[in-house]
Structure formats: C-alpha cells, structure tokens
C-alpha cells in the first residue's frame, strides 16, 4: 500500500495543503484563504483559533476525510517567527503577532540592542536585534500588556502551536529558534540562559528539534476535533520560507531560493555564519548546518494593492504589463509599503513611486511594482555577496514563480538564471517531504523536485535595468528622512 504524507503550510494571507505519496507525487492539494489582522499602524496579527487552527481543519477535511484517505505522517510550517503567548496549558491569551512585517517593538529593539551591546548580539546569535527579532515582541508585551504577560507560561509560532494540538508536545525547531533573537546561542544550538531568563524568566523553554523528526503522534482528543486517526506520527516541521527552500531541494551549500509569496525571501545555505547587520544568519533546516536569509517587506503583496485598487485581475495585469518595456517607460518603486527587512532594516521606510506622467497606464505601474521587488533581489543579493557568502545557483518557488514574466524581471535585473522546479506549490510540498523523511521514507540528499525550466536574462534587458538600479538605490538615502517624518504621521492614522 503506497504511504500517503500530509504537509500543511500557514502563510500570512492563506493556508495551504498538499498529500503526496513517497516518491513526492502529488495527490491532492488544497488552500484556504484568510485574514491578516492589521489593528494599528505596523501591527500584524493573526489568530490561532479562528484562522490556524480552523484552517488546519478545513485543509484536514477536504484532503482527509472526505476522501477517506490514510495518512502515514503529518509535518506543518508555518509564518515565522511569531509570538502567540498561551497559559500552561496551551490556551491563547492575545493574538499571535507576527514576523518582521509587526513593526511595533521598535522601542524594544532599541532598549533590548542598547542593554545587551550589537557587537555582543550579533557575535551570540548570529543576527542583529530587529522587527524580525522574537525578544522584542515578548518585552513588547510585557511593556504594554501586562496582564496577559503575568499569566504567559508558553510561546508558540504556527507550525508549532498546531504541532501542539495534535500530539500536546511543547517543541520548537532549531532554526525557528535561531530567529528568536537573542534568545538563541547559534553556535551551541541551544538556548541562551542569560537572555531567556532576562527577558521572560517565568515562560518555559520549548523542547529544541530538528526538522524532519518525529515529535509525537495524534492524541485521541485531536483525532475527535479533526478526524485524523489516533497515533498518527507527527513530525517537526519549521518556518514557511525554510520548508520552501526543502520543497525545491535549496538547502545544500550555495543553493539559494528566492520565494515568489505575499513577501519576497531569499535563503542560502551556508556552510559558515557570516555575520552582518544587514542579514539573517541562522540554523539551517537539518541537523548542525547553516543559512544566510534576506527578506523584504513586499512582494505579491504589493501587486495585490494594486489589484485590488484597480479591481482587475491578476491576469489582466501581467498581460498589460508584458507589453510595457523594460524600466516601464521611466517609472522606479521603492517597494518599502510596511517598512523594509534587509537589508536596511528600516521599519519606517514608505513605498515611493518616481517618474509618473499623465501618459503611464496600469500596465506600467504594475510592471513597475514587479522592477521594484527585483531591485530589492538584487540589492539582498548584492550584499550577500559582499559578505562573502557562496552562492551557486537560484531555485524559485512560490505563487509568484508560475508567471512567466516577473522571474524573467527578476533575472534581468540581477543577471543571474533561475531554476524554476516542476512543483511550485511551496512550504506544504517541503512539509510532506518532511514527513516522510521522519518516517524514513525520504532522504534528503536526493529531493524529489525536479527542474522543469530555467530562465536565463536578457542581455539588453540587463543593460536598461543596471541604469535604473543605480537610480533606484540613490532614493532611498535621497527620501529616508521624509520617509521618516510621514511615518510619524501615520501613527496615528
């Protein structure tokens, strides 16, 4: 009988499904869509009960139950890093505050950054204190919600609060943990004692593992809420854009992704950490290994603002974009809509559109948005390599990465090819893999995914993009302050 995997994946705007068997053939898939909750001016939320664990269900439900298919493992990844405070036992107290698009402890950073030194921080976690950071988002909490703090035992991220519900394990993955600046010793692989019990002396440490293991099975009260048998095994799973890079096989030494989603995110593997404020260094996803990480702000979910400004579709768009040439008629975007992550790491940072006339259509802005977020490859590109960081090759994944226009943008602008694999689904196909590497039934030195294309760049394409790359890299320096000023002004909007 062929062993059926389930990989689950929670992203900031849907969540999504796959079953496959254990050769990576794809069975079935799903998604649910759902909302980010944005309650104040950089914040982002999300909550557990009504969109991660409903979604889990729904997913369950239609690829499970339904079909009555049996399931030999589970794995989930989820968005990351987050901060869900709960009771002991597992009970949310507030909802969950997301990654780095949460900008709101920017006092925190600052206070925490100050209290432990950059240099000290950096040299212990590999990173620097910033919106991405979990530490800030605790002391944020303890800060301006104190009663929810004063009744917080645990803290939980996506993949691991519904891992949580399903097998009653409280765990966290190395590399997830490895973004929980400065509560992480990157070195070690393990917690950071002093920090941890600075910051959050009364919340338990979660159990660290590794990806791809197996944590616990289905107990029976999970398997009466979601249908799934009793004793199941559940394995570790990770953060979304990490479980992407497993669903296309990017993990080894130089293998880069670049992640088409609601945010662009690059990870390369690594076999050093390479230590710099403008980047991410963390774990990598198997056992005792590296990752250098970029992420913006945007991506789709700029081209999504447009969409839903204008009421076309996505087609639409690309098609009037396509016929735009290169540079769109002399427009540049800064893509900094909720602030910008690497590698300026600057909350405050405003999306800018340069260069408009009465003449630009919708075409031209949207091709624009797409120029925007290929400059910022660029720009996260450019700086890992400046730190010395190996990279051998580009794998996409992701939404964005089934167009056929903006992964060619992509490699124009950063004169560089792309491998685009046969599945693109993303973080659920690298859960299933998952899944079935904890069961044995998978190794990860031969992934499943296979290259079904690459996309080369346009040599003349190339030369037209170096001169308004230029461009775009003098505004930011040129407009930060007033950048600044209207951020301020929005505070209160």
């Not at 991660?52 to 997913?59: A, E, G, K, L, T």
């Not at 593997?269 to 260094?281: M, P, V």
Request: glycine share 8%.
């Amino acid at each position: 009988m062929t062993e059926l995997l389930l990989g689950i994946d929670i992203g900031t705007s849907s969540s999504k499904g796959v079953v496959s068997d254990s050769l990576g053939n794809v069975i079935a898939s799903s998604s649910v869509e759902h909302e980010l909750l944005l309650p104040s001016p950089g914040y982002a939320e999300h909550d557990p009960i009504n969109t991660w664990w409903h979604d889990f269900r729904v997913i369950v439900d239609e690829l499970v139950i339904r079909p009555s298919r049996k399931i030999s493992a589970i794995a989930i990844s989820g968005i990351g890093p987050c901060v869900l405070p709960t009771d002991q036992d597992g009970t949310p107290l507030r909802n969950a505050i997301l990654y780095g698009i949460d900008t709101r402890a920017r006092e925190e950073i600052k206070e925490l950054t100050e209290k432990y030194g950059e240099a000290n921080v950096l040299e212990k976690c590999g990173s620097p204190i910033t919106t991405q950071a979990v530490g800030p988002k605790l002391l944020w909490i303890a800060n301006n919600e104190p009663e929810i703090w004063q009744k917080t035992k645990r803290i939980f991220m996506a993949h691991t609060y519904l891992t949580f519900k399903l097998t009653g394990e409280y765990i966290l993955d190395h590399h997830s943990a490895s973004q929980s600046v400065p509560l992480y010793d990157i070195e070690n692989f393990s917690w950071f004692r002093p920090w941890w019990e600075d910051i959050a002396p009364h919340i338990e440490m979660p159990e660290l593992k590794w990806p791809g293991t197996i944590v616990g099975s289905v107990t029976k009260k999970a398997a009466s809420e979601t249908g799934l048998a009793e004793g199941t095994p559940v394995v570790t799973g990770t953060i979304d854009a990490w479980a992407e890079a497993v669903s296309v096989g990017a993990y080894n030494y130089g293998d880069t992704m670049l992640m088409y989603g609601t945010t662009m995110f690059i990870t390369v593997g690594s076999k050093q950490l390479h230590r710099d404020t403008r980047l991410w260094n963390t774990v990598g996803t198997f056992d005792k290994s590296y990752s250098v990480a970029c992420g913006m702000a945007t991506g789709g979910a700029i081209t999504g603002w447009l969409k839903n400004l204008t009421g076309a579709t996505f087609d639409d768009l690309f098609q009037e974009a396509s016929t735009c040439p290169p540079g769109s008629r002399g427009l540049i975007v800064l893509p900094y809509f909720e602030g910008e992550r690497t590698p300026i790491f600057d909350p405050e940072a405003r999306g800018l559109i340069v260069g408009l006339t009465l003449r630009h259509d919708r075409g031209a802005l949207f091709r624009a948005l797409l120029e925007a977020v290929a400059y910022g490859v660029r720009h996260n590109i450019e700086t890992l390599k400046a730190t010395g960081v190996e990279i051998n090759r580009f794998v996409a994944v992701g939404g964005g990465a089934r167009s056929s226009l903006w992964p060619q943008i992509v490699s124009d602008v950063g004169n560089f090819s792309q491998e685009i694999p046969q599945q693109v689904i993303g973080a659920s196909y690298g859960d299933a893999f998952l899944a079935a590497l904890g069961l044995g039934l998978a190794d990860n030195k031969r992934p499943w995914n296979k290259t079904e294309r690459i996309i080369t760049p346009n040599e003349s394409n190339t030369l037209i993009y170096n001169t308004l790359y230029d461009e775009y890299l003098k505004l930011y320096t040129a407009t930060s302050s007033t950048m600044h000023k209207l951020a301020s002004i929005q505070q209160n909007w």
